[in-house]
């Protein structure tokens, strides 16, 4: 099992941005690959981004493919999430989340964060 917490939500501007951290402890921590979820008041839980366990292949979703950029830091047990060009429709809880694959389906990742509010003003 991953433990996960993420940091770095906030209030911004549209145009602006937000760099979001998740920290990992758990000895398999590096085994994993990392996903990055968010979910609108309403809507349901939505691919972001993931990136594999060496850090060497990311994935993205449309909508934020060019704005958004994932990366990790194994030696610090940390992903990142680097969000620029935000725009209000990108407005959600943020979550972290570990799997044995890559997956565009939450039910596919085992372990979550508790999240991190993203509210982007226009």
């Known amino acids: 099992q991953v433990q996960l917490v993420e940091s770095g939500g906030g209030l911004v501007q549209a145009g602006g941005s937000l760099r979001l951290s998740c920290a990992a402890s758990?000895?398999?921590?590096?085994?994993?690959?990392m996903g990055w979820f968010r979910q609108a008041p309403g809507k349901e839980r939505e691919f972001v981004g993931a990136?594999?366990?060496?850090?060497?292949?990311?994935y993205y979703a449309d909508s934020v493919k060019g704005r958004f950029t994932i990366s990790r830091d194994n030696a610090k047990n940390t992903v990142y999430l680097q969000m620029n060009s935000l725009k209000p429709e990108d407005t959600a809880v943020y979550y972290c989340?570990?799997?044995?694959?890559?997956?565009?389906?939450?039910?596919?990742?085992?372990?979550w964060g508790q999240g991190t509010q993203v509210t982007v003003s226009s």
């Open positions: 989340a570990a799997g044995y694959s890559v997956s565009y389906y939450s039910s596919e990742y085992d372990d």
């Open positions: 990136v594999s366990w060496s850090g060497g292949n990311t």
């Open positions: 758990g000895r398999t921590y590096t085994s994993y690959v």
